[in-house]
């Protein structure tokens, strides 16, 4: 591969770096618990996304607990 024959200014690799900005995130507002979240994501306080139920952090809560509970016996 061939290399550049002189070297680049300062300023032209900063002209060029210009645009490599970094965006900030785009929250939006939850239909269900009103919490901030990403959009296209499913809510991570709820668990709704476009105002069906995805994950339900209740039944997890009490797998969990019966889990804990199994083996403290």
């Not at 939850?30 to 994501?41: A, G, I, M, V, Y």
């Not at 339900?56 to 083996?71: C, Q």
Request: net charge positive.
């Amino acid at each position: 591969m061939p290399n550049p024959r002189r070297r680049h200014s300062k300023t032209r690799g900063r002209k060029r770096r210009t645009h490599w900005k970094v965006d900030a995130v785009q929250l939006m507002e939850c239909s269900q618990c009103k919490s901030p979240k990403l959009s296209h994501r499913i809510c991570p306080v709820c668990g709704y996304y476009n105002g069906k139920l995805v994950l339900d952090f209740e039944a997890k809560r009490v797998k969990k607990d019966a889990k804990k509970k199994k083996t403290e016996r």
